[in-house]
């Protein structure tokens, strides 16, 4: 069965803090996903990555960075945890999918992990 | 960057009926996917609809899309109460470059299904 791991299912940091979540998929996908959800504003997209030591920011980069230095981990940092960092956070994986007849490529079916909870006091 | 909107935010039904929940988006996609996402747990796929296609099933789902009006949307007939969830659309953005790797969600639909 595949898999999405993410390191921890509840985690509480104080305001300051170094802070990192780990994600590990067992589907040999090129891409992963970190987003974060919160009430009334979905998820959105933190930091991607389609290769190792590849990274694209997304809409909400600010205050995280990320490190992908196997093709099956996908880290998400945060540098100095905030109080308006309290959030859920998904990371997801997949497959690129090559559209034919252009020079592009997008994306398969995304496959989540269960979601850390963090809580930064 | 672009973003699917569903439509309506919350939707209450007995079991038994049928649900539908549309999506809109702003600008060319390749595909769009729909996703459930059951309380506090991460989103499971439903189905992928690429751009050249108009209408896909899935056992209890059905997916329409009309890239002219920008805009697919979700049924799930003879509900059960385990439908209950929040569905979500997300759309990538068509052309090359990162943004065709970008899978961008709406706010989703929350969807309660009364016994």
């Known amino acids: 069965d595949v898999k999405v791991t993410q390191s921890s299912r509840y985690l509480v940091k104080r305001t300051g803090e170094k802070v990192f979540l780990e994600c590990v998929q067992d589907?040999?996908?090129?891409?992963m996903f970190w987003y974060r959800q919160d009430p009334g504003l979905g998820l959105r997209l933190i930091y991607f990555?389609?290769?190792?030591?590849?990274?694209e920011k997304g809409d909400i980069p600010e205050g995280y960075s990320v490190s992908r230095e196997k093709k099956e981990r996908f880290s998400l940092i945060l540098e100095s945890a905030s109080t308006n960092q309290t959030s859920m956070y998904l990371c997801?994986?997949?497959?690129?999918?090559?559209?034919?007849?252009?020079?592009?490529?997008?994306?398969?079916?995304?496959?989540f992990g269960s979601g850390t909870q963090l809580s930064v006091l | 960057s672009q973003q699917g909107e569903e439509d309506p935010q919350a939707l209450s039904i007995q079991e038994g009926e049928n649900a539908t929940m549309n999506c809109s988006y702003k600008t060319s996609i390749n595909n769009l996917q729909w996703y459930r996402q059951n309380s506090g747990r991460g989103l499971v796929h439903l189905i992928l609809?690429?751009?050249?296609?108009r209408e896909k099933h899935s056992g209890r789902l059905r997916v329409t899309l009309d890239t002219s009006k920008k805009s697919s949307s979700l049924l799930i007939t003879a509900s059960r109460a385990a439908d209950t969830a929040s569905y979500f659309c997300?759309?990538?953005?068509?052309?090359?470059?990162?943004?065709?790797?970008?899978?961008?969600f709406g706010k989703g639909t929350k969807l309660s299904v009364i016994p």
């Open positions: 990555s389609y290769d190792v030591k590849m990274k």
């Open positions: 609809i690429r751009s050249n296609e």
């Open positions: 997801a994986s997949s497959f690129f999918f090559f559209i034919q007849g252009a020079s592009s490529a997008t994306n398969e079916k995304l496959f």
């Open positions: 997300a759309t990538d953005a068509s052309g090359s470059g990162a943004g065709s790797y970008q899978l961008t």
């Open positions: 589907m040999d996908h090129e891409n």
